[in-house]
Every structure is written in C-alpha cells, then in structure tokens.
C-alpha cells in the first residue's frame, strides 16, 4: 500500500478528469458534498471512538476512504485505508494514534475544497487515548 | 482483482457510449450511496451518460421506500456495499428476490475474492472497484444492458 504521506493532498489528474466528466453545477457540487462528508465523518469517527462503538467507527473509516479515494484526495484516502486496514484487524490503539495525522490530513483536504477545519477541532478530548 | 470486476482502466468506445446512451435514456437508474458526495458523482455521470431517470438513495431503507415500496421498479441498481440501516448486499438480496430482471451493480472499495464470489452468489450482475473512473462504469453498464460498441 502507497504511505499516505507521500500522497498529494489533492491528485490534479482526477480533478481535471472530473471537469471533463461532470457539468459544472454537479462539478461544483460534488466538492461541496465532498466537505460536508469529511467533517460529518470525522465527526461519527470521533464520537465512535469515545463510544467504543467500532461498527459505526468501521463503517465511517470506510466511507470516508471511498468518497476521498472517488475524487481524488488520495492523502487523506491512502490513510483513511491504512485505518481500514486497523478497523479489520480491531486493532483501535493504532487508529487512536493516528487521530491527530487523521484530523490534520482532513484539515488539508477541506482547505483543498475551500472549507475551513473540522467543527470540533478544538475538543479532540473526545478521541479517548 | 478478480476478473468479474470492471478496472478503472477500462477502455471505452465513442460508439459504444453512444449505445449506451440510447439503451439507458428510458430506464429508471436507482444510485444507492451513504455519503452525499459519491452519490452526486455517481448520479451526475450516469446522468451524462445518457439517463434521464435517475433516483439516489442514502441506504437500502430508503432504495427501497422510494422504489420498490411505491411500486416503482429500478431497471438498473448502482449501489455501494456498506452503508448504515440496510447494506449492499441485503438491498440486492431483497431486490433480486422479488424482482429477477433487475440489474444490480455493486460499487466498492471491496474487491477481494470472497466479497466478489459473495455478491455473485446472491445475484449481483455488475461490480465496479472504487475508486471508479466513467470508463469502469460504463463498461460496466454495458454489460448488463447488453450493448456493444
């Protein structure tokens, strides 16, 4: 698997095959959707985790994975199935580790698609250790 | 990847999308995905391909409230896998039980061998491998349509 850290942020050759596959109010869409899907994400993982409810926690480091991966962000879709890879293995220490990697990735990926940082970035207490 | 999965890389005729377009414009298209940005991709691509109804749905309850329920039946699914309330593979399960003809591509990060042999099992007739490019999914809705290029 390809580390994540050496990924762009941002994979410009999927971004210009999108323009080219989308018309322009899905293009524009689609980004919008992509924002709102990151933090609602980090938000369901952060909660999950405080829970210790690793099928929502699961289901949201896979979903998070897809929609990244479909346009583009390949840095924050490499990690997210590097983690994918932890959830199947139950092995949740290390994607407790990573959680500061994870919101600062994501943080990147929302300042790509012109959003600011996540809705609770001052409160990651909520992400036992 | 196993082979009954459609590559990213497939590659695509300009006929062959003209076909698809005039096999795809009359059929109802159902998009079943939980995060709101592969749902807007997915329908705005097949959309571009020449769909003109297209329904989207944010898991298999709600495929089914606004499809099935309602007495209207989808002639081709495009559906990821996980998803919370009803996944994937209990949508195809429920849609393959009651309505045979239907085609059912499943859309996923899933792509080893036991997942595919799973879905074939319960019917599946198209499986794309995320992340998919418009190629992948219009070779595969070729396929289950039956158009060549």
């Known amino acids: 698997m390809a580390d994540w850290r050496q990924a762009p942020v941002v994979d410009d050759a999927v971004t210009t095959q999108l323009r080219q596959d989308l018309d ?3 293009f524009v869409l689609v980004h919008a959707a992509l924002a709102d899907d990151i933090r609602g994400r980090m938000a369901e993982l952060a909660a999950a985790l405080a829970a210790d409810d690793t099928e929502t926690a699961r289901r949201a480091i896979h979903s998070l994975k897809g929609a990244a991966l479909n346009l583009g962000h390949a840095r924050l879709g490499l990690l997210c199935s590097h983690l994918n890879q932890c959830a199947l293995a139950s092995d949740w220490s290390a ?3 990573a959680w500061n990697d994870l919101r600062a990735v994501s943080s990147a990926s929302l300042a790509a698609l012109g959003h600011g940082g996540l809705a609770f970035d001052g409160d990651s207490s909520i992400v036992r250790h | 990847m196993p082979a009954f999965i459609v590559p990213k890389e497939a590659i695509m ?4 999308e003209q076909a698809i377009a005039a096999a795809i414009a009359d059929k109802l298209v ?3 995905e939980d995060t709101s940005s592969s749902r807007i991709l997915v329908s705005g691509l097949v959309r571009g391909l020449g769909a003109h109804r297209v329904v989207s749905a944010t898991d298999g309850v709600d495929a089914l409230a606004k499809t099935v329920d309602k007495g209207l039946v989808p002639d081709v699914v495009l559906c990821d896998w996980v998803m919370p ?3 994937g593979l209990e949508l195809l399960t429920r849609i393959k039980a009651a309505h045979s003809a239907v085609k059912f591509i499943m859309m996923t990060v899933k792509t080893e061998a036991e997942a ?3 879905a074939r099992q319960h019917g599946v007739d198209g499986y794309v491998a995320k992340p998919f490019s418009r190629d992948s999914l219009m070779a595969s809705l070729a396929k289950v349509l039956g158009v060549s290029g």
Request: charged share 35%.
């Open chain 1, 24 to 26: 322009e109010d899905d």
């Open chain 1, 95 to 97: 994607i407790r580790s």
């Open chain 2, 13 to 16: 005729s300009e006929k062959l």
């Open chain 2, 30 to 32: 159902l998009v079943v």
């Open chain 2, 85 to 87: 309330n009803m996944d």
């Open chain 2, 116 to 118: 595919v042999i799973m």
